[in-house]
């Protein structure tokens, strides 16, 4: 996996515009309904459940806010019924897209999921065109600044909480795990004292797509417009994005 932390740049950027335009929780109600729909209301015997509501929490979502989508989700409370798809296509550039949404309406989706590819210069493509490219893997970040741990000794914890791999830049320490191991080894650096920035079980590119000014102006704006969208939970990308470009394009 070595070499991720290019894309988290541009992953964490999204996470900076989402709360900026008052989506976030939204969103994260949507993901908590769908996991309490598929597994059950009960965060010990229900794993997805239990990411989505710590992810819930470490965005400041309210707890009544938590509380009232698993209310939906199990039939406590009366809501609308989201559906989950995942759509695939390539952006400018040839770059990969998944894209995950929660809908109640599905044909709106799709129509504004394509008319979103069609006007960035993308194409929609067929299921299973680009998911090959990704693999899904439990995702981490320490902050550098709120540890005291040197990278061996984190390494080491790592290790024997069960995570799989560990990277290390100037600012942040970045974990990855299986995602069936997400929860447990999220818990054990936790008991160890460790705070985490980003926390999430997501999909990574294999390979990536590198683009010029031009190239990666016209992909931001594809994820900016699919980012927009109330329907669109995730929006998952192969770019390679020099930090200069991505700078000045902020």
């Known amino acids: 996996m070595a070499g991720h932390s290019k894309w988290s740049n541009i992953k964490h950027r999204k996470g900076a515009q989402d709360a900026k335009r008052g989506k976030l929780f939204m969103k994260l109600a949507r993901?908590?309904?769908?996991?309490?729909?598929?597994?059950?209301?009960?965060?010990?015997?229900?794993?997805?459940?239990?990411?989505?509501?710590?992810?819930?929490?470490?965005?400041?979502?309210?707890?009544?806010?938590?509380?009232?989508?698993?209310?939906?989700?199990?039939?406590?409370?009366?809501g609308v019924n989201y559906e989950e798809y995942t759509y695939e296509g390539y952006g400018p550039g040839g770059v990969a897209v998944m894209v995950k949404v929660l809908t109640d309406n599905k044909n709106r989706t799709a129509a504004d999921v394509r008319h979103a590819f069609n006007k960035n210069d993308g194409n929609l493509g067929e299921n299973g065109c680009v998911s090959f490219m990704f693999n899904r893997s439990g995702y981490l970040v320490i902050d550098r600044e709120t540890t005291e741990a040197d990278e061996e000794e984190l390494m080491l914890e790592v290790i024997e909480a069960g995570g799989?791999?560990?990277?290390?830049?100037?600012?942040?320490?970045?974990?990855?795990?299986?995602?069936?191991?997400?929860?447990?080894?999220?818990?054990?650096?936790?008991?160890?004292?460790?705070?985490?920035?980003?926390?999430e079980v997501t999909m990574i590119p294999e390979t990536y797509t590198e683009l010029g000014e031009e190239g990666v102006e016209k992909m931001l704006k594809l994820i900016d417009m699919l980012e927009d969208n109330d329907d669109v939970?995730?929006?998952?990308?192969?770019?390679?994005?020099?930090?200069?470009i991505l700078e000045k394009l902020s």
């Open 164 to 199: 799989e791999e560990m990277e290390t830049t100037e600012e942040q320490f970045e974990i990855y795990t299986d995602p069936e191991s997400f929860s447990d080894v999220k818990q054990s650096l936790e008991e160890s004292g460790y705070a985490f920035t980003t926390s």
């Open 233 to 244: 939970q995730e929006v998952y990308h192969n770019l390679d994005a020099d930090e200069a």
């Open 31 to 78: 993901e908590i309904f769908m996991a309490a729909k598929q597994g059950g209301g009960d965060q010990e015997t229900n794993p997805a459940l239990r990411i989505a509501v710590d992810k819930a929490r470490s965005n400041n979502m309210p707890k009544d806010n938590i509380d009232r989508a698993i209310k939906k989700a199990t039939g406590d409370l009366e």
